[in-house]
């Protein structure tokens, strides 16, 4: 699979979820995935498999966040791993405080499903985790 159709698989994986629809975005996901969120990574956790998956997005994003869109805009290749460029878009629930964050994500697409992505809000540490030389 080339890095275009991996880029696609992510687009499609992360427009299901903005799209409040969890069941279509695990279709995109191995059952045995690794995510490792902004926030979880800050605390050392990751989420493990469709229902810990599952679980961190209604749990987390969609009890804390009224609108959450996630929107993959560019991607570089590194190895295996694609470095995608793109933003959130946020509301929160109860505070209504609007948010649009620069983000960059590592993810690895085997199989022609996402089995590991990682968050990243600072570009370097994103590329020096992906191993990228500038």
């Known amino acids: 699979m080339d890095a275009q159709a991996r880029f696609q698989v992510i687009r499609e994986t992360w427009d299901a979820f903005n799209r409040d629809d969890v069941e279509e975005a695990l279709t995109h996901i191995h059952a045995d995935a690794s995510v490792v ?55 929160g629930r109860d505070s209504g405080i609007d948010l649009e964050v620069n983000a960059t994500w590592v993810v690895e697409v085997r199989d022609g499903k996402i089995a590991y992505w990682q968050t990243f809000t600072d570009r370097d540490e994103a590329h020096a985790f992906a191993g990228l030389q500038e």
């Open 37 to 91: 969120p902004f926030g979880a990574a800050l605390d050392g956790k990751r989420y493990d498999g469709h229902a810990e998956i599952e679980r961190w997005y209604r749990d987390e994003i969609r009890a804390d966040w009224e609108e959450f869109i996630t929107i993959p805009q560019d991607f570089r290749e590194a190895g295996d791993m694609l470095v995608v460029y793109g933003l959130w878009q946020a509301r």
